[in-house]
T-cell receptor, first 115, second 108 residues
Framework: DTGVSQDPRHKITKRGQNVTFRCDPISEHNRLYWYRQTLGQGPEFLTYFQNEAQLEKSRLLSDRFSAERPKGSFSTLEIQRTEQGDSAMYLC?????????????FGEGSWLTVV | KNEVEQSPQNLTAQEGEFITINCSYSVGISALHWLQQHPGGGIVSLFMLSSGKKKHGRLIATINIQEKHSSLHITASHPRDSAVYICAAQTSGSRLTFGEGTQLTVNP
């Protein structure tokens, strides 16, 4: 499978615990994105990497959230001291480093439930 | 007011009907994406438009840059088309701003 893969697909955690999600983009894609989606809503932008550089962060990304892409390949999204409001699906996407208008490929998402 | 708005929010059709989903946006865009999301979360890119019209099978997407409006049409709809269809505006820096989606149900 050469698509965008995310792990784990589902995570249930207790409030206050830390969780980490991993995204493996399509191998030749330089751009990697994280989005968050709650039930009944469209995804919301969290952050964007160009290779290993984190170029843009949403104000939704509080100081409890951190994302890395250390070698410009896979990325991790960590949520510290989880809160119930963090319950959502966390989507990763990747795209080639083309001029604007390139197709974006999404992973299946990582569902987080904070209890 | 959201930067990307879709209508209708929910749409139920009978198999074979022609379907239109509309998207209006208020931001400057480099491209407009139409996406399909099935239960369980996976999102598939259907179209990426910066002008004019694109067709793929029974799906047609159009965009009017001056009016900041795009439409997704499905001809001869089928129950397997049932999904959430999402319009997303690509702004500078590759960020996507999503609409809230249109839940389409096609009944046999």
């Amino acid at each position: 499978d050469t698509g965008v893969s995310q792990d784990p697909r589902h995570k249930i955690t207790k409030r206050g615990q830390n969780v980490t999600f991993r995204c493996d983009p399509i191998s030749e894609h330089n751009r990697l994105y994280w989005y968050r989606q709650t039930l009944g809503q469209g995804p919301e932008f969290l952050t964007y990497f160009q290779n290993e550089a984190q170029l843009e962060k949403s104000r939704l990304l509080s100081d409890r959230f951190s994302a890395e892409r250390p070698k410009g390949s896979f990325s991790t999204l960590e949520i510290q001291r989880t809160e119930q409001g963090d319950s959502a699906m966390y989507l990763c996407a990747s795209s080639p480093d083309w001029p604007s208008g390139n197709t974006i490929y999404f992973g299946e998402g990582s569902w987080l439930t904070v209890v | 007011k959201n930067e990307v708005e879709q209508s209708p929010q929910n749409l139920t059709a009978q198999e074979g009907e022609f379907i239109t989903i509309n998207c209006s946006y208020s931001v400057g865009i480099s491209a407009l994406h139409w996406l399909q999301q099935h239960p369980g979360g996976g999102i598939v890119s259907l179209f990426m438009l910066s002008s004019g019209k694109k067709k793929h099978g029974r799906l047609i997407a159009t965009i009017n840059i001056q009016e900041k409006h795009s439409s997704l049409h499905i001809t001869a709809s089928h129950p397997r088309d049932s999904a959430v269809y999402i319009c997303a505006a690509q702004t500078s820096g590759s960020r996507l701003t999503f609409g809230e989606g249109t839940q389409l149900t096609v009944n046999p």
